[in-house]
């Protein structure tokens, strides 16, 4: 069974610039979730999105914004892009959504830098 | 306040040897998860281990326990016989209803280095 895939996995940008991740879950998963990881802040939630609904999102300005396709895979989008946004895009699936016990598996993220 | 509180930056450990990483939690939800993720250098989050908070027994997989004190709010992970394939980042995780959503909060990370 293949695993959690992201693309890209590097990327560079500069700022004012707006960026796209894209994420494919596990087969036959339906939730996925975006994390940030940066050295500074650690590993943030993003949002998470359930059979092609936000079903929670974290503290992050309207800049970040995400969606889910009928096919369960995700899309992240950044606009207007700051320094502050380079980090590890972690992207993770898993079976159902909420719930204290979801089980998630990440996938091998993608480094965005911002210059 | 923190939620998830990882107060060991850095760990180093023999090879063959136990070794405990710390984590604290705190939450006002009766029904919470805790879970243990390994981040090795290239970057991948490893799903290791889960407890739920109604859970009466510690939590084990394979080499990886769970010490949960509930009372103390604190679930410890456990693992024996260290090898050096061991040495990442490790995260300690907390799934409860903040807010009347189940968002997920992680801790700042324990770096294992595994010693021959």
């Known amino acids: 069974k293949a695993g959690v895939t992201q693309t890209p996995r590097y990327l560079i940008k500069t700022r004012g610039q707006q960026v796209t991740l894209s994420c494919s879950p596990i087969s036959g998963h339906r939730s996925v979730s975006w994390y940030q990881q940066t050295p500074g802040q650690g590993l943030q939630f993003l949002f998470e999105?359930?059979?092609?609904?936000?079903?929670n999102k974290g503290n992050f300005p309207g800049r970040f914004s995400g969606r889910q396709f009928s096919n369960s895979r995700s899309e992240m989008n950044v606009s207007t892009l700051e320094l502050g946004d380079s980090a590890l895009y972690l992207c993770?699936?898993?079976?159902?959504?909420?719930?204290?016990?979801?089980?998630?598996?990440f996938g091998p993220g993608t480094r965005l830098t911002v210059l | 306040a923190q939620k998830i509180t990882q107060t060991q930056p850095g760990m180093f450990v023999q090879e063959k040897e136990a070794v405990t990483l710390d984590c604290t939690y705190d939450t006002s939800d009766p029904s919470y998860g805790l879970f243990w993720y390994k981040q090795p250098s290239s970057g991948e989050m490893i799903f290791l281990i889960y407890q739920g908070s109604y859970d009466q027994q510690n939590a084990t997989e394979g080499r990886y326990s769970l010490n949960f004190q509930k009372a103390r709010k604190s679930a410890n992970l456990v693992i024996s016989a260290s090898q050096l394939g061991d040495s990442a980042m490790y995260f300690c995780?907390?799934?409860?209803?903040?807010?009347?959503?189940?968002?997920?909060?992680f801790g700042r990370g324990t770096s294992l280095i595994v010693h021959p």
């Open positions: 999105y359930f059979s092609e609904t936000q079903r």
């Open positions: 993770a699936s898993s079976l159902g959504a909420g719930g204290p016990n979801n089980e998630q598996f």
């Open positions: 995780a907390m799934r409860d209803l903040s807010g009347g959503s189940y968002i997920p909060t």
